[in-house]
């Protein structure tokens, strides 16, 4: 089985930083995409950044600037350093992976999310 394990998470004050890291592990034959999404109370799960296996990014309009994703495609791991962070920010934050366990058979895996609070 493939299991996408955060941690990382945690009370950190406005203005601070905090680094988030996801593993995946289990039957990994590639993996393409990772990225991370976060949900506050009472809103849809919106997407944070994206990286693919060549390092492209993308970020989501709120988060430019103040947060960073990388990867270790050996380790296949998914990092997402948050600095200047805001009480805005305060959700619980999931990693996904696009995974595929064998040659052709690809899906989309998510972490069980890691708690992320901002508050003074």
């Known amino acids: 089985q493939v299991q996408l394990v955060e941690s990382g998470g945690g009370l950190v004050q406005p203005g601070g930083s905090l680094r988030l890291s996801c593993a995946a592990s289990?039957?990994?034959?590639?993996?393409?995409?990772m990225g991370w999404y976060r949900q506050a109370p009472g809103s849809q799960r919106e997407l944070v950044a994206v990286i693919t296996a060549g390092g492209s990014t993308n970020y989501a309009d709120s988060v430019k600037g103040r947060f960073t994703i990388s990867r270790d495609n050996a380790k296949n791991t998914v990092y997402l350093q948050m600095n200047s962070l805001k009480p805005e920010d305060t959700a619980v934050y999931y990693c996904n992976a696009d995974l595929s366990p064998t040659y052709g058979n690809t899906r989309r895996y998510w972490g069980q999310g890691t708690q992320v609070t901002v508050s003074s």
């Open positions: 289990g039957s990994i034959f590639s993996i393409n995409v």
